[in-house]
């Protein structure tokens, strides 16, 4: 499955770097073209956090209201995303679907002369690229470490800052210093190639999230969530009772076949089209022939 990922990546690798002709621009235009097929799966990330946001001050009544009932409060507040279409996996997808990108671009740029330049052309990845003289070596002056823990640290930053408060607050927060010294950690041994590409991806991620959080998104107070809410609730329980009329009348039927009886059936009663004014039968009288005047009495 690996050897899949890294045959792929090197070979869409090795096309844009026939095109462009140097390794680092190579990985740099690969970065932008992987975020921007991701970009709609990012925006919708984006917007559905918003609402998230706007939903917060309900979510929060919720919590101090079954505070004592954790299963009710987990139904109550997955009622209330689905009212709203708010998935709450949006925010991991993302990057689960980076990861196997992250691991197929490692093992590429890890030993690309086997996966990038399999029929020659080793030579490209010794070409220096701004201070860097091999990009599947580590950096040695740690630059691109450095970028990549201060611009993952932004970029978590402001996207903590757009969600606003909440009860994962404080989570988020140690998050936040933790992601990315782990990525610096990381990137220390990593080749430089992929430090370039993370540092690349984040700082198309910063400018994405600031363009996107300037759309506006319609706001939803508290009032219209819990009157949506209560309208939710009144037509599941008329749909429960519909449906629980409609098993009756089963049953009766089925119990009625089994003892030989024919089903009811409503009966219909015919009106009359015009209401007589006493309790008689008004006949009308049909006129085939309309009288003519005798001219001999004129």
């Known amino acids: 499955m690996l050897d899949f990922l890294y045959q792929f990546f090197g070979f869409i690798l090795f096309q844009i770097h026939s095109v462009i002709g140097n390794y680092g621009i190579t990985i740099i235009v690969f970065t932008i073209l992987v975020k921007t097929v991701l970009l709609p799966l990012n925006i919708k990330q984006s917007k559905s956090m918003r609402v998230m ?5 309900e979510i929060e009544k919720l919590q101090a209201k079954y505070k004592n009932n954790p299963e009710k409060l987990q139904s109550e507040t997955m009622k209330l995303y689905k009212l709203y279409n708010v998935n709450t996996l949006s925010g991991c997808l993302p990057t689960l679907v980076q990861l196997p990108i992250i691991m197929g671009l490692f093992g590429a740029l890890r030993e690309p002369t086997k996966w990038v330049f399999t029929n020659g052309g080793a030579e490209a990845v010794q070409q220096s690229f701004l201070w ?4 599947s070596d580590p950096d040695p002056y740690y630059i691109l470490p450095i970028l990549c823990v201060v611009l993952t640290f932004l970029t978590q930053k402001f996207t903590m800052n757009v969600q606003g408060s909440g009860s994962q607050q404080q989570t988020q927060k140690i998050m936040m210093y933790v992601t990315p010294l782990m990525i610096g950690w990381f990137a220390i041994s990593m080749p430089a190639g992929v ?3 993370w540092v690349v991806q984040n700082i198309y991620t910063f400018v994405q ?3 996107v959080m300037r759309i506006p ?3 939803i107070s508290v009032d219209e969530a819990e009157r949506n809410m209560e309208e939710e609730e009144k037509r599941k329980r008329k749909e429960t009772k519909a449906m629980r009329k409609e098993q009756s009348q089963m049953r009766q039927d089925m119990m009625a076949a089994q003892m030989g009886k024919a089903p009811k059936k409503e009966k219909t009663v015919s009106r009359p089209k015009t209401k007589p004014a006493s309790g008689k039968t008004v006949k009308r ?5 309309i009288p003519q005047n005798d001219e001999r009495s004129q």
């Open 195 to 197: 430090s370039l590409y």
């Open 209 to 211: 999230q600031m363009i």
């Open 53 to 57: 946001q706007s939903l917060q001050p």
């Open 217 to 219: 998104v319609k706001t």
């Open 132 to 135: 860097l003289h091999n990009l």
């Open 285 to 289: 009288k049909t006129i085939t022939k």
